[in-house]
């Protein structure tokens, strides 16, 4: 496992392109794109105001950089350096901003959620969609880029438009049975919408894509309902994890419950094995058979870390939500299906320093990592089932089905990991700190 | 208490008084004159009472003592004997007779004495134990009032107790009714502040929104060098209906697209699946089939037969079903079979599973299957008799219960049901009601006591009167036979001693006596005699009827106070054993 050296960042904006031969970072009001093999700087641009947004069109070829303050948005070419686009949003503000899949529109969000307006890079057609509504995840589109769903309330009441991206054609406009639509998804193959409620009312809606309402799910009522959801990439399973601790997976024939995932305090499951993050100075000695452990000790100052397999039963550490507060730190926040279908990863707010994962093939309980820090960030690998994590602290951890690893980021000073992503290959990880980045090259290790 | 002593032989003494006193005042002259005559005489005798005696009668008023003895004899109901002089001698035969006779009588009275002693002192002691018994009943029936006043007082308290929460619990109610009223309305009012407050958002929004719009927002712009060709290289399209439908068009193809994977990955698994079934099915005919033969001979299986007839059609079904995948009637078909054989696979199993355990248990017996059927004769016979044996357990016990304890049932009930307080309530009523009763029963039967003893006293009186009288009459007669005295005492008394009752017997008592009882004395006599008779006898009579039902509570109450209990059954016991 190799690292890069560190490089400056501002606003947590650094991504790859979808082709996986650029990154871009911001620093302040700068644009830097690097070619990721050799990290030397391609292009520099310079934009107006310090960049809050920052996107890859999905044809590698365009960057979009948001100044929100301003209302600006600002697009750069790699093809032409010198060719720019500047698109103001004028007095009525801008509070999100985003390519469309064709990567020759762009979506901005007004301040308010007075509408959306759509900007055509190819015509400089301005059109708006009004009455979008304002919730956690109001637009989303499908993963071929055909269709755009976009959740509008109108007259207190909750409708769902889609759109055909190609020209913006309102394909379908339904009004949904929600009491306040809070969020929705495609499937990963676009043929289905799942659309649920806010937090208040435990209800998820499984739309068709001409519009017809194909199941309804409610497993409890009364008491705080969905937290997260998640599509399982072969749009099979549906994960939705709620306020109640728990996952429920629901099926693509019948939309119904399959099992649920509980997230108990103690772990008496045998099949499952809890790897515990113990840290540790720099021992010499030998090494416990069941600790697989990878340090690099040029850090001779952070302490190690590795893990060690908890005899079962097992207690996790769990923090008492105080009911008095909204939106509670309790429920399923998290939860992320491997590329491969067979493992799904969650989060528990309540257990913030363990993430779980399931073995969906036997729908059982894999692992628990139980680590000694409230766990940041956790994305698993495009290509393989391996997931990679994030603690706010100098390491990163990875798990697969055969172990666990802590591993120290060995850069001069200390590189918080805040949060992480993998390059589209699964090759590298780019780690974030609060203003640098690293990269972290995973598959020397994995050919080793 | 025989018969013997009872009745009328008893001089009354109200009557004799006066001939007795006028005799003895006749006969006390003599006496003193010659006191000094019969001195060395009557210092020789035992008894000095004699020496009194030898008094009345000299030398000189013989015959006048032999009429008044003679007299006093046939007034005494001795008729038999009587003093006769011949030429002026006493014959000596009819006087021992008649000192016998005396003695006897006195003898008799003496007995009665003594049996009246010893009953009134019986029926003192029983009243005395009486007594007791009832102060303790009285400490009892205290304790129990106490009790029972305890119990009113806690259920008084509990009552209270439950009044104070029922009232707790309808204000509890009534808040949370309140509550979910409040909580309802505000719901109601959270909803319409909600759908207002949206409305009124929306107004402001589409205001912001036209304000902006006529502004005609200078700053509202694209500012772009050149423009840039479509990502998939086409140009743009004009929208048309004819875009519409081609949108329509290819959302439709998409969905159908969708569902046709759909239907090839459930085709695939239904095949797959198909093809399992297949092969089961196959496997289990190839499995079934060489048990056929050692099968059929059972005439019984006709299912099975029938089965294996289809069997045999089966197998060319297989093809075209393989064929005819997806027709309905093939899967029907399949799926029939399939279960036909499973069921009889599993016939068959279990069959074969009895049969090795059959064959098991033969391997474990060894060649000895006669001995199985023997021994199962014998478990058979053995549980009859065991049986048999348990019926007749049951029954002794029914009986011995029956016998023991018929009264106790009642209790052992009223004990079993104990832990209600409510028939703990009704109990100790019922119980309060029968010691009242109890101790009515008592207090009856002290007044009878005290009836009789006071009945016993006056007899007791009168008849020491009566002793009095007699003796001074006996003393009066006997002086006479001063010397002839000593071997007529010793001897009766031996003779009486050996043979009482036959003495008695042979002398005819009720007839001689009314026959010879003078009949100015009988009917005033027998009232006091039949009431003494009646009382002392009627005491314990009355008593032990009137304590057959206070037997059963003392022997109720024995639970409680055995140690105190125990002197009262016996007692009980004792009265009721001459009844």
């Not at chain 1, 340090?295 to 100052?301: P, Y």
């Not at chain 2, 140690?563 to 054993?577: K, Y």
Request: proline content about 4%; aromatic content about 8%.
């Amino acid at each position: 496992m190799n690292f890069s050296e560190v490089f400056k960042q501002s606003n947590q904006l650094c991504k790859v392109s979808p082709d996986g031969k650029y990154l871009a970072t911001c620093v302040q009001y700068r644009l830097v794109v690097r070619d990721f093999s050799s990290l030397q700087i391609v292009h520099l641009y310079t934009c107006l105001d310090q960049v809050m947004h920052m996107e890859w069109s999905s044809d590698s070829l365009f960057i979009l950089c948001a100044m929100y303050k301003r209302g600006l948005v600002q697009v750069w070419s790699l093809e032409q350096p010198d060719w720019h686009c500047k698109i103001d949003e004028g007095s009525i503000g801008l509070v999100s901003s985003r390519w469309s899949p064709d990567g020759r529109h762009i979506l901005n969000t007004t301040e308010f959620s007075l509408r959306v307006t759509v900007w055509s890079l190819c015509t400089k057609a301005v059109s708006y969609i009004k009455y979008p509504k304002a919730c956690q995840k109001g637009v989303d589109f499908s993963a071929d880029g055909r269709y755009m769903a976009l959740a509008e309330r109108r007259e207190c009441k909750d409708y769902i438009s889609v759109f055909v991206c190609d020209d913006w054609h309102l394909l379908r406009h339904f009004e949904s049975e929600t009491q306040d639509l809070s969020g929705l998804e495609w499937s990963p193959n676009g043929c289905v919408l799942a659309v649920w409620d806010s937090c208040l009312e435990y209800k998820i809606l499984l739309y068709s894509l001409d519009g017809r309402l194909l199941s309804s799910y409610s497993a409890y009522e009364w008491s705080l309902g969905i937290k997260s959801v998640a599509w399982s990439p072969s749009s099979q399973f549906l994960a939705v994890g709620s306020y109640d601790e728990k996952v429920r997976i629901l099926n693509h024939i019948t939309w119904k419950k399959i099992t649920e995932f509980e997230h108990p305090a103690t772990i008496m499951n045998t099949k499952a094995v809890v790897f515990k993050e113990v840290e540790k100075r720099p021992v010499v000695g030998s090494e416990d058979l069941s600790i697989h452990q990878l340090t690099v000790d040029n850090s001779l100052f952070s302490t190690q870390s590795k893990y060690e397999i908890t005899q079962l039963p097992a207690q996790v550490p769990v923090i008492k939500p105080d009911p008095e507060r909204a939106n509670p730190k309790i429920g399923i926040s998290a939860l992320a299906f491997s590329a491969d279908n067979r493992f799904l990863a969650t989060k528990n707010d309540n257990m913030p320093q363990s993430l779980w994962v399931w073995d969906m093939q036997r729908l059982s309980l894999l692992a628990v990592l139980e680590q000694t820090a409230p766990v940041r960030c956790f994305v698993w690998d495009p290509r393989r089932p391996r997931l990679a994590l994030c603690t706010g602290n100098t390491k990163v951890y990875l798990w697969s089905p055969a172990g666990c690893v802590s591993v120290n980021v060995p850069v001069e000073g200390s590189f918080q990991v805040q949060s992480l992503f993998w390059h589209c290959s699964g090759s590298s990880l780019v780690l974030l700190s609060k203003e640098h980045i690293c990269l972290c090259y995973v598959e020397a290790e994995e050919e080793k | 208490m025989g018969d013997w002593w009872t009745p009328t032989k008893m001089p009354d003494p109200s009557l004799d008084t006066k001939e007795l006193s006028s005799i003895s005042g006749i006969s006390m002259s003599p006496c003193r004159r010659n006191s000094h005559h019969s001195l060395h005489s009557t210092m020789a005798l035992p008894k000095t009472s004699y020496s009194v005696i030898s008094a009345f009668c000299t030398e000189e008023n013989i015959p006048q003592c032999i009429v008044y003895i003679n007299q006093e004899v046939c007034s005494l109901g001795l008729t038999g004997v009587s003093l006769e002089t011949k030429a002026g001698v006493l014959s000596a035969v009819p006087v021992l007779n008649l000192l016998y006779e005396v003695l006897q009588l006195q003898k008799r009275a003496q007995r009665a004495l003594h049996d009246l002693e010893t009953q009134q002192l019986k029926s003192s002691s029983d009243l005395e134990h009486l007594q007791h018994s009832n102060c303790r009943l009285k400490d009892q029936l205290e304790h129990t009032r106490r009790e029972n006043s305890g119990l009113h007082e806690g259920e008084r308290q509990l009552q209270l107790k439950i009044k104070t929460l029922q009232n707790c619990l309808k204000s509890e109610k009534e808040e949370v009714q309140k509550l979910q009223s409040i909580i309802s309305s505000r719901a109601t009012q959270y909803n319409h502040d909600t759908k207002r407050k949206e409305r009124e958002c929306t107004k402001l929004k589409e205001r912001l929104n036209q304000l902006l719009m006529d502004k005609r927002d200078k700053k509202l712009s694209i500012e772009i060098s050149n423009h840039v060709g479509r990502s998939d290289g086409k140009r743009g399209l004009w929208k048309t209906v004819k875009m519409e439908a081609r949108h329509e068009g290819e959302m439709y193809r998409a969905l159908l697209g969708d569902y046709e994977t759909r239907q090839r990955s459930l085709m695939m698994e239904n095949s797959e699946l198909k093809k399992v079934l297949q092969l089961m099915k196959k496997d289990m005919i190839t499995i079934l089939s060489p048990k056929k033969p050692c099968v059929k001979p059972e005439p019984a299986d006709d299912s099975l037969e029938q089965a294996v007839s289809e069997d045999e059609e089966d197998p060319g079904d297989c093809s075209r079903e393989s064929v005819e995948q997806s027709c309905e009637q093939a899967r029907q078909q399949l799926t029939d079979s399939i279960r036909l054989q499973w069921r009889k696979l599993k016939s068959h199993m279990e069959r074969l599973d009895s049969q090795a355990s059959l064959l098991a248990s033969q391997e474990r017996e060894g060649d000895e299957m006669m001995s199985r059927k023997e021994h199962e004769d014998e478990m058979q016979r053995m549980r009859l008799e065991l049986q048999q044996c348990k019926e007749f357990i049951h029954m002794q016990q029914q009986l011995l219960q029956q016998q023991l304890s018929s009264p106790c049932d009642e209790e052992t009930a009223a004990l079993l049901n104990d832990c209600y307080t409510l028939e703990e309530k009704e109990r100790l009523k019922e119980e309060w009601r029968l010691f009242n009763e109890q101790k009515r029963n008592f207090e009856r039967e002290r007044k009878n006591f005290t009836e009789a003893a006071i009945r016993l006293g006056h007899e007791r009186k009168t008849f020491e009167e009566d002793r009095a009288a007699w003796l001074k009459t006996q003393f009066l007669n006997m002086t006479p036979f001063v010397d002839r005295k000593r071997p007529a005492l010793t001897e009766p008394h031996s003779a009486l001693s050996v043979e009482p009752e036959a003495k008695l017997q042979s002398t005819p008592p009720l007839v001689t006596q009314s026959l010879f009882s003078t009949p100015k004395a009988a009917p005033v006599k027998m009232p006091s005699t039949a009431d003494l008779y009646r009382t002392l006898h009627l005491v314990p009579d009355a008593r032990g009827h009137g304590r057959c039902p206070s037997g059963e509570m003392l022997t109720k109450s024995r639970l409680r106070n055995c140690s105190t209990d125990c002197s009262v059954i016996s007692l009980v016991r004792d009265e009721n054993s001459p009844v």
